[in-house]
């Protein structure tokens, strides 16, 4: 039988864990009437609850299926994710979070898709009751942005809920180690035969969504910055604007006065619209030499503290 790696990344899961574990499992089952076996490779990201301990239960009750990582504090659910590419053994692997809001009936279509040949399925998202409006805006305009400033293009909607063969896995594995990254994108970006899924998302069986505004603005331009390199030409049309600009005032200086203009208001938006442009380009070129310091300081995605069933 082929084998199935759902990869599930879990941080302070400790109300939903053990209810995603018993529906999923039922799906696993079925998948072995498919000629499928499957293993959970459950990846512990630094809970400060009894996530750890109850996946360490359910590891020693389960210990055909259930592999677990556990790591020395919290990375981050990309590192989570990268954790369990790197220790999944199946034949296919398929990402999942460990709130249900990634429905695991879809555990079979995955599996038939892998066995019609395709090696790369992104799961499309049409809707999410849980999302409120403003989430749902900026969602949309991040794919939109991003599709126009990558020469890759990036499925809308797609998320972390998707599924690849051991041959992209070992892809991903060797080339893709960047410490700033976007796994959901590298995935769209390898090419390979490709096919989507879509899906509506589930209610979440508990707990809460752990990226505030200010952790989705941060993903949103590490994203930028992994996939464009757009705005570091920002300043050349900065420039060219500001200088046409300035040659259009001085047009207008020579046509309205017969020397020096005397407008004060006018100098100060001059140099404040100046200044602006200015302080936005420095800050998008160090956000560039942000990431360039993350590589260079070469800290590993994550540290394991404890493995189960390996």
Same mark, same amino acid.
């Given at each position: 039988?082929?084998?199935?790696?759902?990869?599930?990344?879990?941080?302070?899961?400790?109300?939903?864990?053990?209810?995603?574990?018993?529906?999923?499992?039922?799906?696993?089952?079925?998948?072995?009437?498919?000629?499928?076996?499957?293993?959970?490779?459950?990846?512990?990201?630094?809970?400060?609850?009894?996530?750890?301990?109850?996946?360490?239960?359910?590891?020693?009750?389960?210990?055909?299926?259930?592999? %677990?990582?556990? /790591?020395?504090?919290?990375?981050?659910?990309?590192?989570?994710?990268?954790?369990?590419? $790197? *220790?999944?053994?199946?034949?296919?692997?398929?990402?999942? $979070?460990?709130?249900?809001?990634?429905?695991?009936?879809?555990?079979?279509? &995955?599996?038939?898709?892998?066995?019609?040949?395709?090696?790369?399925?992104?799961?499309?998202?049409?809707?999410?009751?849980?999302?409120?409006?403003?989430?749902?805006?900026?969602?949309?305009?991040?794919?939109?942005? &991003?599709?126009?400033?990558? $020469?890759?293009?990036?499925?809308?909607?797609?998320?972390?809920?998707?599924?690849?063969?051991?041959?992209? #896995?070992?892809?991903?594995?060797?080339?893709?180690?960047?410490?700033?990254?976007?796994?959901?994108? *590298?995935? #769209?970006?390898?090419?390979?035969?490709?096919?989507?899924?879509? *899906?509506?998302?589930?209610?979440?069986?508990?707990?809460?969504?752990?990226?505030?505004?200010?952790?989705?603005?941060?993903?949103?331009?590490?994203?930028?910055?992994?996939?464009?390199?757009? @705005?570091?030409?920002?300043?050349?049309?900065?420039?060219?604007?500001?200088? /046409?600009?300035?040659?259009?005032? %001085?047009?207008?200086?020579?046509?309205?006065?017969?020397?020096?203009?005397?407008?004060?208001?006018?100098?100060?938006?001059?140099?404040?619209?100046?200044?602006?442009?200015?302080?936005?380009?420095?800050?998008?070129?160090?956000?560039? &030499?942000?990431?360039?310091?993350?590589?260079?300081?070469?800290? @590993?995605?994550?540290?394991?503290?404890?493995?189960?069933?390996?």
């Amino acid at each position: 039988m082929k084998l199935l790696s759902i990869v599930v990344s879990a941080y302070n899961e400790e109300a939903g864990v053990n209810e995603f574990y018993r529906v999923t499992k039922e799906y696993g089952e079925k998948l072995r009437e498919k000629g499928w076996n499957y293993e959970f490779i459950f990846v512990n990201d630094g809970s400060m609850d009894r996530t750890g301990e109850i996946l360490s239960e359910l590891a020693d009750t389960d210990k055909e299926h259930i592999k %677990l990582i556990s /790591f020395s504090r919290n990375f981050g659910h990309e590192a989570a994710m990268i954790a369990g590419l $790197d *220790y999944a053994s199946g034949d296919g692997l398929v990402f999942m $979070d460990a709130d249900l809001q990634h429905p695991p009936e879809y555990l079979l279509p &995955i599996t038939e898709a892998f066995d019609e040949g395709y090696q790369v399925i992104s799961m499309v998202r049409t809707s999410n009751e849980t999302a409120g409006i403003i989430k749902k805006i900026t969602s949309g305009g991040f794919y939109w942005l &991003i599709n126009k400033l990558s $020469d890759i293009y990036l499925e809308p909607n797609a998320s972390d809920f998707f599924a690849i063969t051991s041959t992209v #896995q070992k892809v991903l594995m060797k080339n893709y180690r960047e410490k700033v990254r976007f796994l959901r994108g *590298y995935v #769209q970006n390898v090419g390979f035969r490709k096919t989507t899924i879509e *899906y509506k998302a589930a209610p979440r069986i508990a707990g809460k969504s752990h990226y505030s505004i200010k952790k989705l603005f941060t993903f949103a331009m590490n994203t930028i910055m992994c996939f464009s390199n757009v @705005p570091l030409k920002l300043g050349i049309f900065a420039g060219l604007s500001s200088g /046409f600009l300035g040659f259009i005032l %001085l047009i207008y200086t020579l046509c309205t006065h017969d020397g020096a203009p005397s407008g004060y208001a006018t100098i100060v938006v001059l140099l404040c619209f100046m200044f602006a442009v200015l302080f936005i380009v420095i800050g998008i070129i160090g956000e560039y &030499i942000a990431v360039l310091f993350e590589e260079l300081k070469d800290r @590993p995605l994550y540290i394991i503290e404890d493995k189960k069933n390996f």
